[in-house]
């Protein structure tokens, strides 16, 4: 999978592009989705290479509500390039939690 990210904190934080490798399977009646960045040659002038660890994500249904699932995430992301790591520890955070109030409002 390659994907690209927008710039960030008025492009502060350049556009980064990620090559990965995911893996998806069913889990206790849910799902486990794993990830890690390959190493690839191939590289575009207009983005930064990122590169993701090891990184999953499990969606397990509640035992006491099979409507509702717990999603945890464990996430090991490496942007790279020059930039302080408060800005870069600021900005994941804020996307993260951007993305998972997006997630509840879409359910």
Known sequence: MHYTTAGQLWNIISSRDFVNFSYTVDYKGGL???RISLDWSEK???F????NH???WF????KDNANQSLLTSYIQ????GMIPQSAVDTEVASTLINFYGDLQKAL
Do not use: F, I, K
């Open 54 to 56: 090891p990184c999953g």
């Open 44 to 46: 575009r002038t207009e």
């Open 77 to 80: 992301t490496d942007l790279c």
């Open 48 to 51: 930064v290479r990122g590169y």
């Open 32 to 34: 486990l989705s794993c």
């Open 59 to 62: 969606c397990v249904p509640l």
